[in-house]
């Protein structure tokens, strides 16, 4: 999936007719905004991550 993607924006970016700076804009701007919202949700997911280990750890050695 990644490839064929890869190949559609490859495409997209070598082909000149009608293509304008603001389109150009607006895909790097959705791309920009499916990062944020990917790093976003790993970010809030690898803090859930974090906290269950500190609780365990803290539950396993209970005199720290």
Not at 3 to 14: P, V
């Amino acid at each position: 999936m990644f490839i064929s993607s890869f190949h559609w924006l490859k495409r997209i970016f070598e082909e000149d007719d009608g293509v304008t700076a603001i389109e150009y804009g607006l895909i790097s701007a959705l791309i920009a905004v499916v990062i944020i919202a990917a790093l976003s949700l790993v970010g809030t997911e690898l803090g859930t991550t974090f906290t269950t280990i500190q609780g365990a750890l803290s539950n396993a050695n209970p005199g720290s």
